[in-house]
Structure formats: structure tokens, C-alpha cells
């Protein structure tokens, strides 16, 4: 896969784009538009459905998905870089950051796994910490995702620690100049 870059110089400025090119798909990772709102909630339901079914009650489940139908997402919200993935003409994962650099979320349709997308945003959010001036990342990743853990020592993540939370969590870091 070939990542390349574009758009403003900016982080976390719109219109800033970073782009995957592998075989014949193309993914296109952007800041959100505001009618990415709802396909973005949508894949952050199905994502998270995926890896906690079998671990949380289908009763919290159906609550959080109630409340951030309820709610979409503010992409304006100060302090945080959203970053939106683009395959087959619309949104399929997205990736949240912060300035201090946790990588709070990287969401993936799951009809989409294993073509790159998660790979593209990967890539793309690093950059934006990077484009901060950032020279370490960490995020939380639920301790039962072996998906998501297995995707992130691949990508040089290393474990840290563990959250006393439940459901509980895996604390990773990584190198940024990786």
C-alpha cells in the first residue's frame, strides 16, 4: 500500500486528505463533513457491536446505541481531530485523536475489515499526532478485542498497562518516529 498526502498543512484542518492507494481500491482519509454525522454513528454501532457482543449485556449495548442515536457526534468539538475514511463511495471507519496524544478511536465497518481502512486511518491519525509535534501515542483497547490488539502490536504498539474499568481495557503506547 502506497500512503500519500494532501490537502492544508494544517492539522486537523478541513480539507486536509491522506490518501491509500493498494491493488485497485483507493481510500480516501478526510476531516468529516457534517453529513458524515450518521453513516459515522452507524459504523461505530456496527464496530462496537462486533467486539463487545459476548462480553456486555445485550442490555448495555442497546443503550449506548440509543444514546449516540440519540446524540451523532460534534466534529467541532474543540480538542479533538476526527479523521473519516472513504472506500466505495462513502464512509466506512473513522479515527478520533487528541492533542495529547490519544488515539481515542479507530472504528471500522466490519463489512469493510481486511481491505486497508484500519491501516489508512492508522496512518493518518499518527500523522496528525505527528503533525503536532508529538514524539509518543497511546489509546485504551478493550481487553477481550483480540482483533484490535493483534492490529495494533502489528503497527508497533506495545501494551502498558491495564484499566481497573469494566469492561477492561489494555493500555498500549507507541513510538511515534517508528
Not at 484542518?13 to 482519509?29: D, F, K, L, N, S
Not at 472506500?87 to 466490519?110: H, K
Not at 463489512?111 to 503533525?131: K, N
Not at 492490529?151 to 506495545?158: I, K, L, S
Request: proline residues 6%; aromatic residues 10%; hydrophobic residues 40%.
Amino acid at each position: 500500500m502506497t500512503f500519500s498526502k494532501g490537502g492544508q498543512t494544517a492539522p486537523g484542518q478541513p480539507g486536509r486528505w491522506w490518501r491509500v492507494t493498494g491493488g485497485v481500491e483507493t481510500i480516501t482519509v478526510r476531516a468529516p463533513r457534517a453529513d458524515d454525522r450518521w453513516p459515522l454513528v452507524d459504523v461505530h454501532v456496527r464496530a462496537r457491536r462486533s467486539y463487545y457482543e459476548g462480553y456486555l449485556p445485550e442490555e448495555e449495548l442497546a443503550d449506548w446505541e440509543r444514546a449516540i442515536r440519540a446524540t451523532g457526534y460534534d466534529f467541532t468539538r474543540p480538542g479533538r481531530v476526527w479523521l473519516c475514511a472513504d472506500l466505495d463511495g462513502g464512509p466506512v471507519g473513522f479515527a478520533l485523536v487528541t492533542p495529547d496524544g490519544e488515539l481515542l478511536q479507530l472504528q471500522v465497518d466490519p463489512a469493510h475489515w481486511g481491505r486497508g481502512v484500519g491501516h489508512a486511518l492508522h496512518e493518518a491519525a499518527l500523522a496528525e499526532l505527528r503533525g503536532l509535534g508529538l514524539t509518543t501515542a497511546r489509546l485504551d483497547v478493550f481487553a477481550g478485542n483480540e482483533r484490535a490488539r493483534a492490529f495494533y502490536t502489528a503497527h508497533g504498539w506495545r501494551e502498558v498497562g491495564r484499566t481497573d474499568e469494566a469492561p477492561a481495557h489494555v493500555r498500549m503506547a507507541r513510538d511515534l518516529h517508528l
